[in-house]
């Protein structure tokens, strides 16, 4: 089953409200029985289940459920640059 894009971007906005670090949508990609969802500040993979339920019927994806996905948000971590020593 194909996933459209705002269900991912409602999930987002639903994953904001716990972590606001979460970002906007970049990329995302289905691996297996999870899609991979790539934003502007890190990444989170979220299981089918969940989105079908996003999609499907809003209302019985809990609050709970929301937040512990939130919580294993992961933050990309910013890249270091040293000046080139000559």
């Known amino acids: 089953m194909?996933?459209?894009?705002?269900?991912?971007?409602?999930?987002?906005i639903r994953l904001q409200e716990f972590n606001p670090e979460t970002g906007t949508l970049e990329t995302c990609e289905r691996l297996g029985s999870q899609m991979i969802v790539k934003t502007n500040k890190g990444m989170i993979t979220v299981p089918l289940l969940l989105l079908n339920l996003q999609l499907n019927n809003p209302v019985t994806l809990r609050e709970k459920d929301i937040e512990l996905l939130a919580s294993q948000f992961i933050k990309e971590r910013g890249v270091e640059r040293r000046p080139a020593i000559d």
Do not use: G, T
């Open 2 to 12: 194909k996933i459209p894009l705002y269900v991912i971007e409602e999930i987002l």
